[in-house]
Nanobody, 115 residues
Framework: QVQLVESGGGLVQAGGSLRLSCAAAGSIFSISAVSWHRQAPGKEHEVVAYQLTGGSANYADSVKGRFTVSRVNTKNTFSLQMNNLKPEDTAVYFC?????????WGQGTQVTVSS
């Protein structure tokens, strides 16, 4: 059983920064990939970033140059650093990990950017 716990969302002014974390716990043998997603009301689900283990991160055009994914290897914790936030970044953010043959989601964390 694998559980993902997200943290770090909140309210920030435009131009500010937030760092989201996604901590994985449980029977973790091999993490193949990590991705971050967001869902805003009235908008389509968007894959913000994804990275295969050992590979380079890929970003949506809307966040490229502002968001960065990273991993704290010793803790199976992943982060999404978000800089120069814009009101259009307001959404619920989810992390997703591919572990073995399983696909796991965090509970989501709200990010609100005020103008």
């Amino acid at each position: 059983q694998v559980q993902l716990v997200e943290s770090g969302g909140g309210l920030v002014q435009a131009g500010g920064s937030l760092r989201l974390s996604c901590a994985a716990a449980g029977s973790i043998f091999s993490i193949s990939a990590v991705s971050w997603h967001r869902q805003a009301p009235g908008k389509e689900h968007e894959v913000v970033a994804y990275q295969l283990t050992g590979g380079s991160a890929n970003y949506a055009d809307s966040v490229k140059g502002r968001f960065t994914v990273s991993r704290v290897n010793t803790k199976n914790t992943f982060s999404l650093q978000m800089n120069n936030l814009k009101p259009e970044d307001t959404a619920v953010y989810f992390c997703n990990l591919v572990i073995g043959h399983g696909d796991y989601w965090g509970q989501g964390t709200q990010v609100t950017v005020s103008s």
